[in-house]
């Protein structure tokens, strides 16, 4: 459990680092001027999670990210947590785009109450592109089991 609690540590670290990076960063070796923009480097982010608390750190950081609820269409509790935009499990995946930041844009996704198969729906965002993407796999249970509240989400 301790291991978890660093690597979740380091984790947090790095997201807010490469957040908080000027939106152009001088490498040295590209053409022109040698700079480069770091707003469209993406990050893969192997098998990576986070708990509830390491969630709403984030969250209150200001570490811009997009959070992302994957449920089925048939839950029936319209909660989410809060800021959270929601992709129901019999979206096809060419529309995610519509609901979706850039793909350079740090993920964060959860289940929803009724959730889905979280593992499918992160593959299919990584084959569309999206990279940086982090699993927050207790998702709306786990928010509501350590004291965290929900909202309806936005329609």
């Not at 811009?64 to 800021?83: D, H, K, N």
């Not at 935009?85 to 529309?95: C, E, H, L, Q």
């Not at 609901?99 to 844009?105: K, N, Q, R, Y």
Request: proline share 7%; hydrophobic share 40%.
């Amino acid at each position: 459990m301790q291991h978890r609690k660093i690597r979740e540590f380091i984790l947090t670290i790095g997201i807010v680092l490469a957040a908080l990076m000027p939106a152009t960063a001088c490498t040295g070796g590209c053409p022109g001027n040698g700079c480069a923009d770091a707003a469209s480097v993406t990050f893969a982010v192997p098998d990576s999670s986070i708990s509830a608390d390491t969630l709403a750190g984030l969250l209150k950081s200001g570490v811009p990210l997009q959070l992302v609820e994957y449920r089925a269409r048939r839950q029936t509790r319209e909660i989410s947590i809060p800021g959270a935009v929601v992709i129901y499990d019999d979206t096809p995946p060419a529309s995610f785009a519509d609901v979706l930041d850039a793909s350079g844009s740090l993920k964060i996704v959860y289940p929803g109450i009724e959730g889905s198969k979280l593992a499918s729906f992160v593959t299919e965002l990584r084959d569309l592109g999206y990279q940086s993407i982090i699993e927050y796999p207790a998702g709306l249970h786990g928010w509501l089991t350590y004291g965290y509240q929900a909202v309806e989400p936005p329609r």
